[in-house]
Protein backbone atom coordinates (compact mmCIF):
# COMPACT_ATOMS: atom_id res chain seq x y z
CA UNK A 1 0.00 0.00 0.00
CA UNK A 2 1.31 3.63 -0.79
CA UNK A 3 2.41 5.41 2.28
CA UNK A 4 0.28 8.00 3.70
CA UNK A 5 2.32 11.07 3.19
CA UNK A 6 2.35 13.79 5.83
CA UNK A 7 2.14 17.47 4.67
CA UNK A 8 3.91 19.44 7.12
CA UNK A 9 2.51 22.57 5.66
CA UNK A 10 -0.69 21.71 6.46
CA UNK A 11 0.36 20.89 10.57
CA UNK A 12 2.15 24.06 10.24
CA UNK A 13 -0.62 25.88 9.57
CA UNK A 14 -2.86 24.31 12.15
CA UNK A 15 -0.70 24.72 14.79
CA UNK A 16 -0.02 28.57 13.85
CA UNK A 17 -3.57 29.36 13.68
CA UNK A 18 -3.69 27.76 17.70
CA UNK A 19 -0.96 29.86 18.28
CA UNK A 20 -2.48 33.20 17.19
CA UNK A 21 -4.93 32.75 19.28
CA UNK A 22 -2.46 32.38 22.66
CA UNK A 23 -1.31 35.92 21.20
CA UNK A 24 -3.94 37.11 21.31
CA UNK A 25 -4.99 36.02 24.95
CA UNK A 26 -0.74 36.91 25.80
CA UNK A 27 -1.74 40.58 24.43
CA UNK A 28 -4.87 41.34 26.29
CA UNK A 29 -2.35 40.32 29.78
CA UNK A 30 0.22 43.04 28.37
CA UNK A 31 1.97 40.33 27.25
CA UNK A 32 3.55 41.35 23.48
CA UNK A 33 5.96 38.27 22.44
CA UNK A 34 8.76 39.70 20.12
CA UNK A 35 11.52 38.05 18.29
CA UNK A 36 14.28 39.47 16.96
CA UNK A 37 16.44 37.73 13.90
CA UNK A 38 19.96 38.69 12.79
CA UNK A 39 21.31 37.92 9.15
CA UNK A 40 24.71 38.39 8.13
CA UNK A 41 25.47 38.20 4.22
CA UNK A 42 23.21 37.73 1.34
CA UNK A 43 23.06 34.08 1.21
CA UNK A 44 19.68 33.98 -0.81
CA UNK A 45 18.28 31.09 1.02
CA UNK A 46 18.83 32.29 4.47
CA UNK A 47 17.22 35.41 3.17
CA UNK A 48 14.65 33.41 2.22
CA UNK A 49 14.01 31.57 5.37
CA UNK A 50 14.14 34.98 7.40
CA UNK A 51 11.51 36.41 5.02
CA UNK A 52 9.47 33.42 6.41
CA UNK A 53 10.01 33.71 9.97
CA UNK A 54 8.68 37.18 9.47
CA UNK A 55 5.78 36.65 7.01
CA UNK A 56 4.67 33.75 9.91
CA UNK A 57 5.20 36.36 12.63
CA UNK A 58 3.06 38.80 11.33
CA UNK A 59 0.72 36.11 11.11
CA UNK A 60 0.50 35.31 14.43
CA UNK A 61 0.49 38.68 15.41
CA UNK A 62 4.01 38.69 17.42
CA UNK A 63 6.24 42.03 17.45
CA UNK A 64 9.82 41.06 15.00
CA UNK A 65 13.02 42.38 13.96
CA UNK A 66 15.03 41.39 11.58
CA UNK A 67 18.96 43.41 12.09
CA UNK A 68 20.56 42.45 8.71
CA UNK A 69 24.44 43.20 8.79
CA UNK A 70 26.83 43.02 6.08
CA UNK A 71 28.94 39.60 5.23
CA UNK A 72 32.29 41.83 6.57
CA UNK A 73 30.45 42.48 10.24
CA UNK A 74 33.28 41.32 12.42
CA UNK A 75 32.92 38.82 15.17
CA UNK A 76 32.89 41.08 18.15
CA UNK A 77 30.62 43.31 16.31
CA UNK A 78 27.80 40.83 16.16
CA UNK A 79 29.01 39.85 19.72
CA UNK A 80 28.01 43.50 20.46
CA UNK A 81 24.86 42.95 18.59
CA UNK A 82 24.03 40.11 20.77
CA UNK A 83 24.64 41.53 24.37
CA UNK A 84 22.47 44.78 23.67
CA UNK A 85 19.93 42.54 22.67
CA UNK A 86 20.49 40.01 25.56
CA UNK A 87 19.38 43.42 27.64
CA UNK A 88 16.52 44.85 25.66
CA UNK A 89 14.19 43.68 28.01
CA UNK A 90 11.57 44.20 24.97
CA UNK A 91 12.62 41.11 23.55
CA UNK A 92 12.08 37.73 23.95
CA UNK A 93 13.99 35.78 21.64
CA UNK A 94 16.98 36.15 19.56
CA UNK A 95 18.17 34.39 16.88
CA UNK A 96 21.06 34.50 14.59
CA UNK A 97 20.38 32.78 10.79
CA UNK A 98 23.11 30.24 10.28
CA UNK A 99 25.32 29.26 8.65
CA UNK A 100 27.37 32.30 9.28
CA UNK A 101 30.53 33.61 7.58
CA UNK A 102 33.35 31.89 7.74
CA UNK A 103 35.17 34.18 9.97
CA UNK A 104 32.88 34.59 12.70
CA UNK A 105 33.13 31.50 15.32
CA UNK A 106 29.07 29.72 15.22
CA UNK A 107 29.77 28.23 18.37
CA UNK A 108 30.67 31.64 20.27
CA UNK A 109 27.93 33.09 18.85
CA UNK A 110 25.27 30.88 20.28
CA UNK A 111 26.68 30.72 23.15
CA UNK A 112 26.66 34.31 23.77
CA UNK A 113 22.79 34.34 23.44
CA UNK A 114 21.17 34.30 27.04
CA UNK A 115 19.82 30.90 27.16
CA UNK A 116 16.14 32.39 28.75
CA UNK A 117 16.07 34.03 25.10
CA UNK A 118 17.59 31.50 22.51
CA UNK A 119 14.64 29.99 21.11
CA UNK A 120 16.97 28.35 18.60
CA UNK A 121 17.06 25.31 21.33
CA UNK A 122 20.85 25.73 20.30
CA UNK A 123 22.87 26.73 23.90
CA UNK A 124 24.81 24.33 25.62
CA UNK A 125 23.06 25.08 28.46
CA UNK A 126 19.59 24.23 26.75
CA UNK A 127 21.14 21.14 24.71
CA UNK A 128 21.70 20.32 28.67
CA UNK A 129 18.23 20.47 29.24
CA UNK A 130 17.11 18.59 26.58
CA UNK A 131 19.66 15.94 27.19
CA UNK A 132 18.46 15.16 30.47
CA UNK A 133 14.60 15.34 29.55
CA UNK A 134 14.08 18.75 31.24
CA UNK A 135 11.64 21.59 29.67
CA UNK A 136 13.26 23.64 27.48
CA UNK A 137 13.79 25.01 24.15
CA UNK A 138 13.68 22.26 22.05
CA UNK A 139 15.95 22.87 18.17
CA UNK A 140 12.96 24.13 15.51
CA UNK A 141 13.74 21.19 13.19
CA UNK A 142 13.96 18.54 15.53
CA UNK A 143 10.98 19.41 17.57
CA UNK A 144 8.89 20.26 14.28
CA UNK A 145 9.74 16.55 13.47
CA UNK A 146 8.40 15.22 16.63
CA UNK A 147 5.41 17.35 16.59
CA UNK A 148 4.77 15.53 13.11
CA UNK A 149 5.14 11.81 14.18
CA UNK A 150 3.00 12.77 17.35
CA UNK A 151 0.44 14.28 14.70
CA UNK A 152 -0.23 11.27 13.15
CA UNK A 153 -0.56 9.03 16.34
CA UNK A 154 2.68 6.96 15.24
CA UNK A 155 3.80 5.26 18.24
CA UNK A 156 7.69 5.93 18.90
CA UNK A 157 8.06 3.97 22.20
CA UNK A 158 10.56 1.07 21.47
CA UNK A 159 10.99 1.51 18.03
CA UNK A 160 14.61 1.54 15.80
CA UNK A 161 15.21 4.93 14.57
CA UNK A 162 18.42 5.47 12.60
CA UNK A 163 19.00 8.95 12.01
CA UNK A 164 21.26 9.46 8.79
CA UNK A 165 23.49 12.76 9.62
CA UNK A 166 25.33 13.71 13.02
CA UNK A 167 24.64 18.10 12.40
CA UNK A 168 24.50 19.68 15.24
CA UNK A 169 21.25 21.22 14.61
CA UNK A 170 18.99 18.19 13.05
CA UNK A 171 20.98 14.88 13.40
CA UNK A 172 21.89 15.02 16.66
CA UNK A 173 19.12 16.59 18.42
CA UNK A 174 16.79 14.61 16.84
CA UNK A 175 18.10 11.40 18.12
CA UNK A 176 18.02 12.75 21.75
CA UNK A 177 14.30 13.47 21.14
CA UNK A 178 13.61 9.93 19.78
CA UNK A 179 15.48 8.57 22.69
CA UNK A 180 13.32 10.72 25.51
CA UNK A 181 10.57 9.26 24.00
CA UNK A 182 12.04 5.52 24.28
CA UNK A 183 12.75 4.72 20.88
CA UNK A 184 16.54 2.85 20.35
CA UNK A 185 18.34 4.88 18.28
CA UNK A 186 21.14 4.57 15.71
CA UNK A 187 23.20 7.60 14.16
CA UNK A 188 24.63 6.86 11.04
CA UNK A 189 26.78 9.60 9.65
CA UNK A 190 29.47 9.64 6.30
CA UNK A 191 32.04 7.21 7.98
CA UNK A 192 28.99 5.00 9.05
CA UNK A 193 30.76 1.48 7.28
CA UNK A 194 27.49 -0.26 5.52
CA UNK A 195 24.55 2.37 5.70
CA UNK A 196 22.04 0.58 4.35
CA UNK A 197 22.38 -2.18 6.69
CA UNK A 198 21.10 0.02 9.12
CA UNK A 199 18.78 1.51 6.45
CA UNK A 200 16.67 -1.61 6.02
CA UNK A 201 16.29 -1.66 10.10
CA UNK A 202 14.92 1.19 10.72
CA UNK A 203 11.00 1.74 12.08
CA UNK A 204 12.00 5.39 11.91
CA UNK A 205 14.26 6.83 9.36
CA UNK A 206 15.59 10.15 9.31
CA UNK A 207 17.16 11.52 6.56
CA UNK A 208 19.30 15.07 6.89
CA UNK A 209 22.58 14.37 4.82
CA UNK A 210 21.85 17.09 2.45
CA UNK A 211 22.35 14.33 -0.68
CA UNK A 212 19.50 14.04 -3.08
CA UNK A 213 18.26 10.48 -3.43
CA UNK A 214 20.00 9.45 -0.88
CA UNK A 215 17.65 6.93 0.27
CA UNK A 216 15.78 4.81 -2.34
CA UNK A 217 12.71 2.75 -1.76
CA UNK A 218 14.11 -0.12 -2.16
CA UNK A 219 16.38 0.01 0.66
CA UNK A 220 13.94 1.16 3.49
CA UNK A 221 11.88 -1.52 5.36
CA UNK A 222 8.54 -1.98 4.27
CA UNK A 223 5.91 -0.34 6.65
CA UNK A 224 9.21 2.15 7.83
CA UNK A 225 8.56 6.18 8.88
CA UNK A 226 10.52 8.05 6.73
CA UNK A 227 11.66 11.52 7.25
CA UNK A 228 13.28 13.54 5.23
CA UNK A 229 14.96 16.72 6.26
CA UNK A 230 16.93 17.54 2.87
CA UNK A 231 16.71 20.75 0.93
CA UNK A 232 18.51 20.26 -2.36
CA UNK A 233 18.27 22.38 -5.45
CA UNK A 234 18.39 20.55 -8.56
CA UNK A 235 19.44 21.53 -11.98
CA UNK A 236 16.47 22.82 -13.24
CA UNK A 237 15.65 24.42 -10.27
CA UNK A 238 13.43 22.81 -8.36
CA UNK A 239 13.24 21.42 -4.46
CA UNK A 240 13.78 18.20 -3.66
CA UNK A 241 14.91 15.74 -0.29
CA UNK A 242 17.17 13.43 0.40
CA UNK A 243 15.01 10.66 -0.19
CA UNK A 244 13.97 9.19 -3.62
CA UNK A 245 9.80 10.26 -2.85
CA UNK A 246 8.18 7.87 -5.64
CA UNK A 247 10.32 4.59 -4.78
CA UNK A 248 9.87 5.34 -0.70
CA UNK A 249 6.22 6.06 -1.28
CA UNK A 250 5.92 2.23 -2.67
CA UNK A 251 7.66 0.79 0.58
CA UNK A 252 6.58 3.31 3.75
CA UNK A 253 3.92 3.54 5.82
CA UNK A 254 4.32 7.21 6.65
CA UNK A 255 6.74 9.74 4.05
CA UNK A 256 7.48 13.41 4.53
CA UNK A 257 7.18 15.22 1.06
CA UNK A 258 10.26 18.31 0.25
CA UNK A 259 8.76 20.94 -0.33
CA UNK A 260 6.06 21.17 2.28
CA UNK A 261 7.11 18.61 4.62
CA UNK A 262 9.62 19.40 7.31
CA UNK A 263 10.43 22.98 6.63
CA UNK A 264 7.77 25.25 6.69
CA UNK A 265 7.38 22.96 10.89
CA UNK A 266 10.67 24.80 11.54
CA UNK A 267 9.83 28.04 11.57
CA UNK A 268 6.42 27.37 13.31
CA UNK A 269 8.16 25.53 16.20
CA UNK A 270 10.30 28.71 16.14
CA UNK A 271 7.44 30.84 16.85
CA UNK A 272 6.33 28.43 19.75
CA UNK A 273 9.71 28.82 21.36
CA UNK A 274 9.02 32.69 21.12
CA UNK A 275 5.89 32.50 22.47
CA UNK A 276 6.99 29.96 25.65
CA UNK A 277 10.06 32.40 26.17
CA UNK A 278 7.63 35.28 26.75
CA UNK A 279 5.57 34.08 29.02
CA UNK A 280 8.71 32.50 30.91
CA UNK A 281 10.29 36.40 30.93
CA UNK A 282 6.63 37.85 32.18
CA UNK A 283 6.13 35.07 34.93
CA UNK A 284 9.66 36.09 36.40
CA UNK A 285 9.24 40.21 36.37
N1 LIG B 1 19.48 29.79 13.36
C1 LIG B 1 19.06 28.83 12.55
N2 LIG B 1 19.56 28.72 11.30
C2 LIG B 1 19.12 27.72 10.50
C3 LIG B 1 18.08 26.84 10.93
C4 LIG B 1 17.58 26.96 12.24
O1 LIG B 1 16.72 26.18 12.72
N3 LIG B 1 18.08 27.98 13.01
N4 LIG B 1 17.55 25.89 10.03
C5 LIG B 1 17.88 25.97 8.62
C6 LIG B 1 17.05 26.91 7.79
N5 LIG B 1 15.65 27.13 8.17
C7 LIG B 1 15.40 27.96 9.20
O2 LIG B 1 16.17 28.78 9.61
C8 LIG B 1 14.58 26.67 7.34
C9 LIG B 1 14.77 25.74 6.35
C10 LIG B 1 13.71 25.38 5.49
C11 LIG B 1 12.46 25.94 5.66
C12 LIG B 1 11.32 25.65 4.75
O3 LIG B 1 10.22 26.06 5.00
N6 LIG B 1 11.55 24.99 3.61
C13 LIG B 1 10.51 24.81 2.62
C14 LIG B 1 11.07 25.15 1.26
C15 LIG B 1 11.47 26.58 1.14
C16 LIG B 1 12.05 26.90 -0.22
O4 LIG B 1 11.28 26.91 -1.18
O5 LIG B 1 13.27 27.14 -0.30
C17 LIG B 1 10.05 23.36 2.61
O6 LIG B 1 10.86 22.48 2.95
O7 LIG B 1 8.91 23.16 2.26
C18 LIG B 1 12.28 26.86 6.66
C19 LIG B 1 13.33 27.21 7.49
C20 LIG B 1 19.33 26.43 8.45
N7 LIG B 1 19.61 27.59 9.24
Redesign the pocket.
Known sequence: MAAEIIY??QLAEEFRLEMKHLVDELKLKGIHPKLT?ILIGKDP??Q???K??QKASDFLGLESEVITLPTETSEQELLQRIDELNNDNKVDGI?????LPRHIDEQKVIEAITPEKDV?G?HPMNIGRMMTGKATFL???PYGIIHMIKAKNISIDGKHAVILGRSN??GKPVGQLLLNENATVTYCHSRTKNIEDYIKTADILIVAVGKQAFVHGDQIKEGAVVIDVG?N?TDSGS?V?DVDFDSAKQKAAYLT???????????TM?LHNTIKAAKQRHAKR
Open positions: GKVASSYVGKLVQLPDFPCTIVVRLGPVPGGVGPMTIL
